[in-house]
Every structure is written in structure tokens, then in C-alpha cells.
């Protein structure tokens, strides 16, 4: 029992550990992706908005993937492309 238990946590260690990395990639992208965006021209801007976005609607998702996550993923587009961190 205490071998389960201590593969069960040293499972769950690994787990904690790839979403760290997980986390670090993305607010890594999110910074080049919103210092990309503030070096551009405000029309430029707009028209990589615009294609993002349309891409976006475009997209149709299979039955894996709930209403919810789409909603998600929109809502962090949004705040990503039109509210760029400070």
C-alpha cells in the first residue's frame, strides 16, 4: 500500500512539474506575441487582429471539444489581442 501511495504521489509531482512548464511556455508567448503587437503599426495591428480573429470563427470544432473551451479560448484571444499586458 505505502509503494501505491508513493508512486501515486511521485506521479502527481510530475504532473505539478509539466504544467509549471506549461505555464512558463504560454506567458512566454504571450509576452513576444504582445511585444510583436505593440512594435507594430496600429493598421498592421488591426489587419493581424482581423485575420485572427476570422480564422477563429472559421474553425469548426469536432464533438471533443465543449462549448466551454471554445468560450475560453475566445475570452483569452480576446484579452491577448485587444488588452495586451502592461
Given at each position: 500500500?505505502?509503494?501505491?501511495i508513493?508512486?501515486?504521489?511521485?506521479?502527481?509531482?510530475?504532473?505539478?512539474?509539466?504544467?509549471?512548464?506549461?505555464?512558463?511556455?504560454?506567458?512566454?508567448?504571450?509576452?513576444?506575441?504582445?511585444?510583436?503587437?505593440?512594435?507594430?503599426?496600429?493598421?498592421?495591428?488591426?489587419?493581424?487582429?482581423?485575420?485572427i480573429q476570422?480564422?477563429?470563427?472559421?474553425?469548426?470544432?469536432?464533438?471533443?471539444?465543449?462549448?466551454?473551451?471554445?468560450?475560453?479560448?475566445?475570452?483569452?484571444?480576446?484579452?491577448?489581442?485587444?488588452?495586451?499586458?502592461?
Amino acid at each position: 500500500m505505502k509503494n501505491l501511495i508513493a508512486e501515486l504521489l511521485i506521479k502527481l509531482a510530475e504532473k505539478e512539474e509539466e504544467s509549471k512548464e506549461f505555464v512558463a511556455q504560454i506567458e512566454a508567448l504571450e509576452i513576444v506575441v504582445t511585444a510583436m503587437l505593440r512594435k507594430m503599426e496600429q493598421s498592421d495591428r488591426e489587419a493581424i487582429i482581423s485575420n485572427i480573429q476570422g480564422a477563429l470563427h472559421e474553425v469548426r470544432p469536432d464533438e471533443s471539444v465543449t462549448s466551454h473551451d471554445t468560450e475560453l479560448l475566445e475570452q483569452h484571444l480576446e484579452r491577448l489581442l485587444t488588452h495586451p499586458r502592461a
